[in-house]
């Protein structure tokens, strides 16, 4: 259970994480994020199993307190794995073409924003000495992330992930 940020009205949180709830008394909708502060960390040729998939990891870097993992699944295909706290995601790289007014700035919590033919909720933005990320969710925990650096945009879709569900293979 969690309460409502604008009525205060209890909502029910399925067990997953990283889920976007619909306030039944007001309407508000509010996102349910993991407490717990995760202590996973991989090194490179580990591999993982998540989501029913072997990955391996290629190369990690330390952006701030935020770690970058580039990783392959079996088919060589490339994903990014990201952990900082309690929020990891897993994502790929997209290209959007967006309103040119987009910003870090604008992009404000819990505006509503369209993209890709999608609904997306600003769940989250963090700011890193040379870049400005922007945390987007639809529902079933999808993610977008918006990375602003030195004036370029880059895009990355994919899901919140729960560390948990990561899982160290031989
Ligand atoms: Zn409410």
Known sequence: MINCPQCNAQIKAKSTTHELLKCGHCGTTTFSQNNQHSTKSLLIKDKFRLKGKIYKVQTSKKID?????????????????????????????????????????????????????????????????????????????????????????????????????IKNVQ
């Open 65 to 165: 307190s935020l770690t970058q993992y580039s990783i392959f699944d079996e088919n060589k295909d490339n994903y990014i794995l990201t952990i900082e706290d309690e929020d990891c995601t897993l994502t790929q790289i997209i290209d959007i073409k967006y309103n040119k007014n987009l910003s870090w700035h604008s992009l404000l919590p819990n505006t509503q924003i369209k993209l890709v033919e999608k609904d997306w909720l600003v769940t989250e933005k963090r700011q890193y000495q040379k870049a400005q990320y922007s945390y987007l969710t639809a529902q079933n925990a999808e993610v977008l992330v918006l990375i602003f650096q030195d004036k370029s945009l880059t895009s990355r879709i994919g899901w919140w992930i729960d560390t948990m569900e």
